[in-house]
């Protein structure tokens, strides 16, 4: 059966027809800046149209997610600021709204026109056992981004949407199933997604075992 599976993912072929993408906080927070210097936003945006038209693929969040992305605002606010791109007062005002969506996002989670899930982790994983995961991976990378890879693995997501692509690529040489996509390449994997792994049911011990 794996033998089967690798042989359809080095021609290309489709696995499975429906797809996740876990959505890393600098996505969600390119969104909510369009006048960003590197055009995230505009990049974002082509990249939700082409996901708005299939119905085969989610986005998936978690609750890390949206609070990684609080504070990416402030600081994002915070650097237009000392730069001088932005006055105290338009800073103030685009911290505000950028609250306010936030915390609409939890209950209406959507970007543009693509709707989000906000995942939870089951019961059987505690704080302390992904804490643990991540003390073992952290060593790889960034431990916001091992926070990330750890939630990932526990939820059977294999495909992390970033910017930040390769900060992730060491996670992808030492865990299972972790993937980083950049927005620009998105059609590199829709169509020609491998499997995604199930969600994983661990406990403590069985995260422990593994990492």
């Not at 990249?47 to 119905?55: E, M, P």
């Not at 906000?118 to 643990?132: P, V």
């Amino acid at each position: 059966m794996l033998q089967d599976q690798q042989r359809k993912k080095e021609k290309g072929e489709v696995l499975s027809s429906d797809i996740e993408f876990y959505l890393d906080s600098n996505i969600i927070i390119a969104y909510h800046f369009p006048k960003d210097e590197n055009n995230q936003y505009k990049r974002i945006l082509r990249c939700l149209k082409k996901i708005s038209l299939r119905n085969d693929i989610s986005l998936i969040a978690s609750s890390w997610t949206l609070a990684e992305t609080r504070i990416g605002i402030i600081k994002k606010t915070r650097e237009m600021l000392d730069k001088k791109k932005i006055t105290g007062k338009r800073a103030d005002y685009l911290f505000d709204e950028a609250m306010r969506t936030i915390e609409n996002l939890e209950k209406f989670p959507k970007l543009g026109d693509v709707n989000f899930k906000i995942r939870k982790i089951k019961r059987n994983i505690t704080a302390e056992g992904l804490l643990k995961m991540v003390y073992r991976i952290s060593s790889l990378g960034n431990i916001t981004d091992a926070l990330h890879c750890a939630i990932m693995n526990v939820l059977g997501i294999r495909y992390i949407l970033t910017f930040n692509d390769k900060d992730f690529r060491i996670f992808e040489e030492h865990i299972p199933n972790i993937e980083a996509v950049n927005p620009d390449n998105i059609n590199n994997y829709i169509g020609k997604t491998p499997a995604e792994p199930e969600e994983r049911e661990y406990n403590d011990e069985c995260l422990q075992a593994h990492y």
